[in-house]
């Protein structure tokens, strides 16, 4: 990828790997990922490849049986966890830049988003679900943080 991308320019259907990011600068590759799509995103399978391996509570992924079909799934405990774009679903922390161009785009699509997840929080309340996120910029800081946080959560919801 040649130097900093222009502000807008990268469509939503573009996913890159980080692999392909290794060569770019700091500043460009935290750009890019901000706008990474959270389904089938890097940071949603590094949580997933994690928990494969340190995970003691049976999970499902993707799991189509339930509202919004979210990442990964806590059977035994109702949480349902969502690994959510920071940019996409407007965490508010510092990876939420609105583009300086195509901003009514942008606005449009994240506040559809924003909408989509009350729903679906709505929902999975509703069959008793608890949804709670894990934010990409958790995970960025570092996957053992991402876990703690993940743990905390199913201890919460063990003590309900
Ligand atoms: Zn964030």
């Known amino acids: 990828m040649s130097p900093r991308p222009r502000?807008?320019?990268?469509?939503?259907?573009?996913?890159?790997?980080?692999?392909d990011m290794d060569t770019v600068s700091k500043e460009t590759r935290s750009w890019v990922m901000s706008r990474v799509k959270s389904k089938g995103s890097q940071v949603e399978l590094i949580v997933i490849r994690a928990l494969k391996r340190s995970s003691r509570t049976?999970?499902?992924?993707?799991?189509?049986?339930?509202?919004?079909?979210?990442?990964?799934?806590?059977?035994?405990?109702?949480?349902?966890?969502?690994?959510?774009?920071?940019?996409?679903?407007?965490?508010?922390?510092?990876?939420?830049?609105?583009?300086?161009?195509?901003?009514?785009?942008?606005?449009?699509?994240?506040?559809?988003?924003?909408?989509?997840d009350k729903q679906t929080a709505r929902k999975l309340n509703a069959q008793g679900w608890h949804y709670?996120?894990?934010?990409?910029?958790?995970?960025?800081?570092?996957?053992?943080?991402?876990?703690?946080?993940l743990e905390a959560l199913k201890q919460n919801e063990r003590r309900r």
């Open 7 to 19: 502000r807008g320019v990268l469509s939503p259907l573009e996913s890159p790997k980080i692999s």
């Open 132 to 149: 709670v996120n894990i934010w990409e910029c958790d995970v960025v800081r570092g996957i053992a943080r991402a876990l703690l946080k």
């Open 58 to 116: 049976r999970f499902l992924t993707h799991s189509r049986n339930l509202p919004g079909c979210p990442d990964i799934a806590f059977p035994k405990l109702n949480l349902a966890i969502f690994v959510n774009g920071c940019f996409w679903h407007w965490h508010g922390c510092a990876r939420c830049r609105m583009p300086a161009s195509n901003r009514i785009y942008w606005q449009a699509k994240i506040a559809r988003n924003a909408k989509r």
